[in-house]
C-alpha cells in the first residue's frame, strides 16, 4: 500500500549543479502534479500531467522540466540550481477529472541550494 | 496575486477553544477542499464541498462553503493539541484546466 513515493528525501545541491527528484505512484492514476512549498507557506504548482505523455505548466515552472512516460511515473528535473530553488517539494497524484477527487501526497523532498 | 487568499495566516490557542479559519477568493470554484498538513508529511484531505452554501462535519470539525462558491470556512470546536497543523484550501483554477491551486495556509498551535 505505498501510494506516493517520492525519493530522495533530502538533498543538498551545489549552485549550478542539476539533479532529478523521483515520484512515482502504484495507484494507476492519471493527475500527477509537482509541488513546491516554501517555509510556512501553501503549496505552489510547477508542473502536472493528466496522462502519459501530456504535460503542462503550472505556476512556477521557470527552471524545471518534467515528463511523463508512463503513468507511473512523473520525475522532475533542475538543469541549474538555484537558491531560489531551496525547497520542499511534494508529488501528487489523483484517479482523474473533476475537482471533488481529492490528491494523494508522497512525503516530499527537502532540496537545499548553497 | 493569490487567487486564495486565508486567514489568518498564524494562530496560536489554548486547548478547549473555538476557532474559524477562512479561505476567500475574487474567483467562483466549482469545489473547494480542505487539506490538513503535519510536519514531515504531505497534505492530507479533510473535505470536499461541493454546493453553494453546503455545510459538512467531521467530528469537531465543520466546514462551510459560501453561497456564492468563492470562500468557505472551516470551524473548530474546543481545539485540542492534535489539531495542530498547517490547515490548506484548495481548488481547481477557474480557469477550467486541470490545474490546482492551493490558499496561502493556516498554521495553527493548540496548547494543552
Known amino acids: 500500500n505505498a501510494g506516493v513515493t517520492q525519493t530522495p528525501k533530502f538533498r543538498i545541491l551545489k549552485i549550478g549543479q542539476s539533479m532529478t527528484l523521483q515520484c512515482t505512484q502504484d495507484?494507476?492514476?492519471?493527475?500527477m502534479y509537482w509541488y513546491r512549498q516554501d517555509p510556512g507557506m501553501g503549496l505552489k504548482l510547477i508542473y502536472y500531467?493528466?496522462?502519459?505523455?501530456?504535460?503542462d505548466k503550472g505556476e512556477v515552472p521557470n527552471g524545471y522540466n518534467v515528463s511523463r512516460s508512463t503513468t507511473e511515473d512523473f520525475p522532475l528535473r533542475l538543469e541549474l540550481a538555484a537558491p531560489s530553488q531551496t525547497s520542499v517539494y511534494f508529488c501528487?497524484?489523483?484517479?482523474?477529472?473533476?475537482?471533488?477527487?481529492?490528491?494523494?501526497f508522497g512525503d516530499g523532498t527537502r532540496l537545499s541550494i548553497l | 496575486t493569490q487567487l486564495l487568499e486565508q486567514s489568518p495566516q498564524f494562530l496560536s490557542i489554548q486547548e478547549g477553544e473555538n476557532l474559524t479559519v477562512y479561505c476567500n477568493s475574487s474567483?467562483?470554484?466549482?469545489?473547494l477542499q480542505w487539506y490538513r498538513q503535519e510536519p514531515g508529511e504531505g497534505p492530507v484531505l479533510l473535505v470536499t464541498?461541493?454546493?453553494?452554501?453546503e455545510v459538512k462535519k467531521l467530528k469537531r470539525l465543520t466546514f462551510q462553503f459560501g453561497d456564492a462558491r468563492k470562500d468557505s470556512s472551516l470551524h473548530i470546536t474546543a481545539a485540542q493539541p492534535g489539531d495542530t497543523g498547517l490547515y490548506l484550501c484548495?481548488?481547481?483554477?477557474?480557469?477550467?484546466?486541470?490545474?490546482?491551486?492551493f490558499g496561502t495556509g493556516t498554521r495553527l498551535k493548540v496548547l494543552a
Open positions: 495507484m494507476n492514476h492519471n493527475y
Open positions: 500531467s493528466v496522462g502519459a505523455g501530456i504535460t
Open positions: 464541498v461541493v454546493t453553494g452554501g
Open positions: 484548495a481548488g481547481v483554477h477557474p480557469s477550467g484546466t486541470y490545474k490546482y491551486i
Open positions: 474567483s467562483v470554484f466549482s469545489s
Open positions: 501528487a497524484s489523483r484517479v482523474g477529472q473533476g475537482g471533488n477527487q481529492p490528491q494523494h
